[in-house]
């Protein structure tokens, strides 16, 4: 699970995030929203350990910074940072290594078979598109089987059937037990998914339900949404 | 033009505003003008040729060879891709603006002029260099530097130009590529006639690229002739190949302009590829796009686990590109090397020694650290800081090893010098590229890294220069005492190297990644 208290980042004298706190639990579903700039990414890779920040993060109970907690969350950047010298494969073979994950072969061809790029598995990281990167980096987290998992924009420049492969992929780490945070400003491609939404802006979260709280009101979450980010 | 001088004006405003912000990279930017105006004065006021000398043909030689790879990587981009002042931004706002193509041109000119600016930067700091070996005047390094800013300035002119032609058909295209090619085996034909004669590689070079047929080579030649004024002294032919070259490169403006009224689809190509180098730039990974390097097909099998995975990983990439550390980088020092007893025959290993570390120090730039940095997997990986220092800096310590070892063998093969004298200068160069190395990890420790590509090399050249302080002056005083000389500064090196190292081994606790 994760636990985030306090949250506060800065930079150069602008407050990007503002006293964040909110907690997302295993097997759940949390959606961070809010408009461009709202602070979504940031958040996200202050948790991930990216960036500096104030304040307290716990995953499974361990400071975020921590070995226990690293071996325990899996990231998907918003933008897909691949080696251009290796292959496909060879990210999968790389990051098994430097997480210590010896009997991943079988799961690694199962992933890259499901998000159809199995066939590109010889293809270097620098001959990829944009879509492609971002399936492999998919992949690359995945491979983990986290506890907790951090999807920053995962659906933008991939194809409508590996969208819908994806929104699968987050029903099954849900049924697993794993905490799921997915940052997207696309409140369509996850209405269906999500159990917490979390809505940002201006680097502070103005609304936190979950989907037991708001079935009963009569707004959608979009309609939510747009009263909340609205000025 | 109102518009366009809006952008230009508005981006120097903000650019100031932004120093403002960041008085840590004002302090850099004054501490680059104070530097380059020294420079400036020291190549004006300084005795030319006290230490060495330097003849007009080595002269001639380094101005020959020069212009040609500049003007031979210009012409090929300009086949490719063109050339371009723009940057996708201009591609994106300018060029669909109802904005006349002319007054766009004219806008590119003025940026393009500003960057030249920077091209100065880095010549001032040769012109000393050079000012030691050969004759030139006050007046001389005055034509330097306007025939530098010149000729960076119309690079892109002729890049755009050749695009324009080139990319209306194939054959044109190819016709191109063929007169280029034929350019280049011509002059390969005529060394070898020549070496056949001499015997002698360096003197074959001389009598080429001194050649009076060089001369009359437009633009090449015209800039050869221009460049020499500045140590055979002005005369009728420089104000001849001045004029020469005004007066193409305005019928060129022309040309370019006239050619096709739409050139934006001729610079679109090359604005990308400028896109890209930036980008590449900034990732530490020296600009040029990994696009055009050959991968291999190479079996590897990880065999460890954790930070260790690191150091395989690059290991692989080196194995990819190379034969295993050797490189692009291995040959381009070897053949400076070597280069340089021809080129200036008092040469000796320690000068080839400062040539070389200088080199290095801008290699380590874009060295497996730096370029490890830009990707989130290191700041991810579940395992101790420290080991992820050691283990993403250990395969650039071993390939500096390498090169060290293979550029001083070839170097002191020529030189006739000692097993020992080449063991030892390789350790040299292994010490300071650890230097290097760890003195970027200083500098990041120090100033983090969320500050741009500039700033941080700049701070890296300081840090640099603050630490090897303590090896130039064992260097000096010990000069004469042979492997004692060697072996203190390599003593002081690692101590040094591995001091940063230690002070810097929780380095991941702190970083941020840009």
Request: overall charge positive; some cysteine.
């Amino acid at each position: 699970m994760l636990k985030v208290t306090n949250l506060t980042k800065e930079y150069d004298s602008t407050l990007a995030v503002n006293n964040v706190g909110f907690e997302v639990m295993g097997g759940e579903i949390a959606i961070l929203l809010g408009p461009n700039g709202a602070g979504k990414s940031t958040t996200i890779k202050c948790i991930t350990g990216l960036l500096k920040y104030h304040g307290s993060i716990q995953i499974c109970g361990f400071d975020n910074k921590s070995l226990m907690a690293k071996k325990n969350f899996g990231y998907v950047p918003e933008t897909p940072a691949l080696y251009d010298m290796l292959t496909v494969y060879e990210h999968l073979e790389f990051i098994a290594h430097a997480y210590g994950i010896s009997d991943y072969k079988e799961y690694a061809e199962k992933l890259l078979e499901r998000f159809e790029i199995l066939d590109k598995k010889n293809k270097l990281g620098k001959e990829l598109s944009k879509g492609m990167q971002q399936k492999v980096s998919i992949c690359c987290a995945l491979l983990l089987r986290p506890k907790v998992i951090f999807f920053d924009e995962p659906m933008v420049g991939l194809d409508p059937k590996a969208i819908k492969e994806l929104k699968e992929v987050f029903q099954e780490l849900k049924n697993d037990g794993c905490s799921v945070i997915i940052s997207t400003h696309i409140i369509d491609s996850v209405s269906e998914i999500w159990d917490k939404a979390l809505i940002m802006k201006k680097g502070q979260i103005l609304f936190s339900k979950s989907r037991e709280e708001i079935e009963h009101e009569s707004e959608t979450l979009e309609e939510i949404f747009f009263r909340v980010t609205e000025d | 033009m109102k518009p366009l001088s809006y952008i230009l004006l508005k981006t120097l405003k903000n650019m100031v505003i932004d120093l403002k912000k960041k008085p840590l990279i004002l302090i850099a930017y004054i501490f680059a003008i104070i530097s380059f105006v020294f420079f400036v004065f020291l190549s004006f006021v300084m005795p030319s040729n006290t230490l060495r000398t330097g003849s007009i043909e080595a002269y001639g030689t380094i101005v020959s060879v020069v212009l040609i790879a500049v003007f031979y990587f210009d012409i090929k981009q300009g086949i490719s891709s063109g050339g371009s002042f723009f940057r996708l931004a201009d591609v994106n706002l300018l060029f669909t603006a109802p904005v006349l193509p002319v007054n766009v041109l004219i806008y590119g000119f003025i940026k393009q002029f500003f960057k030249t600016f920077i091209m100065l930067l880095f010549m001032s700091f040769q012109i000393p260099n050079l000012k030691n070996n050969f004759s030139i005047s006050a007046i001389g390094v005055l034509i330097i530097y306007i025939t530098t800013f010149f000729l960076f300035l119309t690079m892109p002119i002729i890049g755009m130009l050749i695009y324009s032609i080139t990319s209306k058909s194939k054959r044109i295209k190819k016709n191109f590529e063929r007169v280029l090619n034929i350019f280049i085996f011509g002059m390969v034909g005529a060394f070898l006639l020549i070496f056949v004669k001499t015997g002698d590689f360096g003197e074959t070079l001389k009598i080429i690229l001194n050649s009076d047929y060089f001369l009359v080579i437009p633009y090449i030649g015209w800039f050869k002739n221009v460049l020499m004024a500045s140590i055979n002294g002005v005369n009728l032919s420089f104000y001849l190949n001045v004029l020469l070259i005004i007066i193409s490169t305005f019928l060129m403006v022309i040309a370019v302009y006239k050619m096709r009224t739409d050139y934006y689809e001729d610079v679109l190509a090359a604005t990308e590829r400028m896109e890209e180098f930036i980008v590449n730039k900034k990732e530490g990974k020296g600009g040029f796009s990994s696009r055009n390097i050959k991968v291999k097909n190479v079996k590897h099998t990880y065999s460890g686990y954790g930070a260790k995975t690191i150091f395989l990983r690059h290991m692989l990439e080196y194995k990819k590109t190379g034969l295993f550390f050797i490189n692009r980088n291995t040959i381009f020092l070897v053949i400076i090397g070597l280069g340089a007893k021809f080129f200036l025959p008092f040469a000796q290993m320690n000068y080839i020694l400062y040539f070389s570390l200088y080199i290095l120090f801008f290699f380590s730039l874009q060295g497996k650290w730096v370029q490890e940095l830009n990707k989130p997997y290191i700041y991810l990986m579940p395992a101790n800081s420290a080991k992820k220092v050691f283990f993403a800096t250990l395969a650039e310590n071993l390939k500096n090893g390498v090169d060290g070892l293979i550029l001083f063998i070839a170097v002191g093969f020529m030189l006739k010098s000692s097993i020992t004298v080449i063991l030892f200068n390789s350790l040299i160069y292994l010490t300071y590229g650890a230097i290097y190395t760890y003195t970027d990890v200083l500098s990041r420790r120090i100033f983090g890294a969320t500050h741009g590509k500039n700033f941080e090399i700049f701070m890296k050249m300081i840090l640099v220069g603050i630490i090897i302080v303590p090896a130039i002056v064992i260097d000096f005083l010990f000069d004469g005492f042979g492997i004692a000389q060697y072996i203190f500064i390599i003593m002081y090196n690692l101590l040094a190297a591995g001091t940063i190292l230690f002070a810097s081994k929780g380095i991941f606790d702190k970083l941020e990644m840009k």
